[in-house]
Each structure stands twice: as C-alpha cells, then as structure tokens.
C-alpha cells in the first residue's frame, strides 16, 4: 500500500512539474493561457503513454474552479456598469444575439457524429473559455472536446484580430496594454481571494446553483469589486496560473484515444463553424458601432467572441475605447457563464 501511494504521489509529482515546465515554454512564446495549455499538454500526455489512469483529485478541481471564478468576477469594475448603462439596449441585443449564434453554431457541431447537443453548445459558446472549460463536466459535457475546440476558436481569434484590426479597420499598431496601477499588493491580494473562494464555494452550496464551486466566488468577487470592498485587490498571479494548470491538468488526463479520435474527426466541421462565428460577431460590432454611436474598430473589439485579454491589449494600443470594449466584453462573459447550466438543463434531456 505504501509503495503503491508513493508510487502514485510521484506519478502526480511528474506531471505536475512537466504541466510547469510546458506553460513557462509557453508563456515565453506568448501563448493565450499558457497554464492551461501546460497542463493540458502534460495531462494528455500522461493519458496516452501511461498504463494505469490517472485523475487530478477532486478537491484540486473544486479549488480551480473557485479561484478562476474569483479571476473572471474580479473584471466587473463600477466603470464597467456605467458604460453599459449609458448605452444598455445596444450592448443587450448584441449579447442575445451573440448568444443565438453560439447556440446555432453548437447545433451545427451536431452534425459530427458523437458530439452531443450539450457539448456542441459549450464549445461554440463565444466568451469566457477557461469558465466554459472548467464547468463542462460538471454539466454533462465532453470536457475534452470542449476544451480543445473552445481554445482552438480563442488562438484563431489571437491570430487574426491584430490583422484585421489594422488591415480592415486602420487600426494603428501599438506597444500593447497600458501599465496596470499598482495595488495593495500580495498579501491583500491572498486574503481577497481566500474570502472571495470561502464565502462562494459556501453560497455556492447553500443555493445549490449549478457549479456554485465557479459561479459562487465569481458572484462574490464582483459583488466586493462593485462595492469598493475590495479596495482594489486582484487574484494573485501565482494562484491564477495554479487555477488553470489544475483546469489543464484535469482535462488532459481525462483524455482517452477514442477522444482524441473524436477531436480530431470533429476539427474540420468545427473550423468551418468558428469562422462563420466570428464573421457573424463581426457583423453584430457593425450593428453595435451604428446604435451605440462608436467607432467600427470599438465595435469589432467589444463583439470578438473570445480571446478578452489579447482584445483589450489591441484596444489600448490602438487607440480604441477600451472602457467601452471591456464593458462589452464582461457582460457577455457573465451572460455566457450565468447561462450555461440552463443551457445544459435544456438540452441535457434532448441528448439522452
């Protein structure tokens, strides 16, 4: 028993440092989210060259979820709500209707044999990929084919923006992203988040909402943001990376060869699908520059369905409205994340 629990302790061990040693690789090559990438890479390959199966243990996952949930809520700001507010018809019908294209595009997803209505739907939901990816199994998802599909549409949507921000819209390029304030540093930081992850993984439980583990510490982050509690304490870097490494690390070692198989089969249908998506956003940001009374470039940015950190580096650096494209951009993502599990109930029923 002991030579088997050591055994297994450093098989973790391994590909933890494996899943470490890839996302600072990554990192280096300025890859979206290059922690769930590493762990992603070290969990697949642990999955496939290893005999015996290996699972990241479940109160690692609960506490990825909550500190990505304190990640994304930590986004709302009292700028945020105002600049919707002033143009809040605009920015709700353009959401919605990003919404129904997501939901058509994952219907679409349907077509590939072995894909269930649920999982088509989260991978083609436009916004908040690492949210998506962590609450997919929990709702009944292929999180495997979710993952890899949601990040393939986010290093697309990397790729392109800066090309068709300059060639289509006369963007100017830039040096990137403004200097962040500085904070009250880490040690608030660390107690933001522990308050952010007790109290919501608690409220979470209490209201028996679906993947309160997320959508519990994301509430309450956004609620301290909003209130000025939080006295402008943000996640912790380190933990942030930790939450999407063990996010990583949970889907690559769930991966089987029948999976893979199935990814792959399922690549060309859902290329064809993430193109039509993002040219259809594109044409919403038309829609949303002429009601809202901003420029095109200001509308492509604030509808681009994913990829927010790249979006709002190309904002800052091109003179665009990054207040405005922000506002946009979270209130899709807390609409996308909030509505997932009544997505799910709905075609949970239809995929059995």
């Keep these: 028993m002991d030579d088997g629990r050591h055994r297994r302790l450093l098989d973790r061990a391994l590909v933890l440092a494996v899943g470490v040693g890839v996302a600072g690789a990554f990192e280096l090559l300025g890859v979206p989210s290059a922690a769930l990438f590493g762990g992603l890479v070290a969990g697949l390959g642990r999955a496939l060259l290893g005999r015996t199966r290996l699972a990241l243990p479940q109160r690692a996952g609960t506490a ?11 986004l709302i700001q009292t700028d945020t709500l105002r600049t919707i507010g002033e143009h809040w018809l605009a920015v709700l019908l353009v959401t919605v209707a990003t919404l129904l294209v997501s939901l058509v595009a994952g219907q679409l997803m349907r077509l590939q044999p072995g894909i269930s209505p649920v999982t088509g739907a989260f991978s083609m939901i436009a916004g908040g990929a690492s949210g998506i990816t962590a609450m997919a199994r929990d709702l009944g998802a292929d999180e495997q084919v979710v993952a890899v599909l949601q990040y393939l549409r986010v290093l697309l949507i990397v790729v392109a923006m800066p090309i068709v921000a300059t060639t289509v819209y006369g963007a100017s390029s830039g040096s990137g992203p403004a200097p962040a304030e500085d904070g009250p540093g880490w040690p608030a930081g660390l107690l933001f988040t522990v308050v952010c992850v007790g109290v919501g993984v608690v409220l ?3 209201t028996r909402i679906p993947v309160g583990a997320l959508l519990g510490p994301m509430a309450v982050a956004a609620v301290l943001d909003l209130t000025g509690l939080s006295q402008g304490a943000t996640l912790p870097g380190p933990l942030e990376a930790a939450g999407f490494l063990a996010i990583g690390l949970q889907v690559g070692l769930g991966f089987t060869r029948s999976s893979l198989r199935l990814v792959g089969r399922a690549l060309p249908l859902a290329l064809l699908l993430i ?9 919403l940001g038309a829609v949303l520059a002429r009601t809202a009374g901003v420029s095109p470039l200001d509308g492509y940015l604030a509808t681009t369905p994913g990829g927010l950190y790249a979006v709002l580096a190309t904002a800052r650096g091109s003179g665009a409205d990054a207040t405005f494209v922000l506002a946009v951009q979270v209130l899709r993502l807390f609409v996308m994340l909030f509505s997932a599990p009544l997505l799910a109930r709905l075609l949970r029923p239809r995929a059995g």
């Design 204 to 206: 979470g439980r209490a």
């Design 64 to 74: 990825a979820q909550a500190v990505i949930g304190v990640s994304i809520g930590a």
């Design 275 to 283: 193109v039509g998506a993002v040219v259809a956003c594109a044409g």
